[in-house]
């Protein structure tokens, strides 16, 4: 099965496996009550995926962004 990334990101969301894209810097972190109201934010992990608009800015975030990178085990 080949999934254009439209339908591949609705069968996620579908499977219940993430919830929809949303922008970190406008739009604010997805967080629980329980997760917001903790003093220990360090308790939590919250995923981020960077959707890339063009190879340019892909391989702009990982030259500043190490993480993007060395995290990633599914290319590898």
Request: charged letters at 30%.
């Amino acid at each position: 099965m080949d999934l254009g990334f439209d339908e591949w990101m609705q069968y996620g969301i579908k499977k219940g496996w993430c919830g929809p894209p949303v922008c970190y810097t406008h739009d604010g972190l997805p967080m629980a009550d329980e997760e917001m109201s903790s003093d220990d934010l360090d308790a939590f992990c919250i995923h981020i995926i960077r959707m890339y608009e063009d190879d340019q800015a892909k391989r702009q975030v990982e030259e500043n962004h190490s993480p993007s990178t060395w995290r990633d085990i599914y290319t590898r």
